[in-house]
């Protein structure tokens, strides 16, 4: 029993510690506006947040050494209360290797009604 207890004590405290551990840093390359050329670093997370409507239909492929990490809806709020029209998404790809790298957006529905294509280009180093 006396071991039992020295067991669990010991599994116990181990997990507390890990759980204790500061996470991994990692550099977030926020990109927004116009397409543009950038070069980012291999292990960066690169976070994109396209502008579109409400309403309006965002579908995403990419190509080259990345891949999608984490989509997520973004509210923000101001003195606790939600912004008007402040709603909007994040795409966030990590990237896997060196090289060239391409997102593209296309948007439509609302009021876009023929596809947008916002297409994206850069380089992982």
Do not use: N
Request: charge should be positive.
């Amino acid at each position: 029993m006396k071991m039992l207890l020295v067991a669990v004590m010991v599994l116990g405290t181990s997990g507390a510690a890990l759980a204790m551990q500061p996470a991994k840093e990692q550099t977030v390359v926020s990109v927004s506006g116009e397409p543009h050329d950038f070069t980012v670093e291999r292990g960066d997370v690169v976070r994109f947040t396209p502008s579109a409507p409400a309403g309006v239909s965002v579908r995403v492929k990419s190509s080259g050494p990345i891949r999608l990490v984490r989509k997520a809806r973004v509210r923000q709020l101001v003195d606790g209360e939600p912004m008007i029209g402040s709603a909007g998404v994040e795409y966030e790809f990590s990237t896997t290797g060196r090289g060239k790298a391409k997102v593209i957006f296309t948007m439509q529905g609302g009021p876009v009604p023929k596809p947008k294509t916002v297409e994206y280009q850069f380089t992982i180093e």
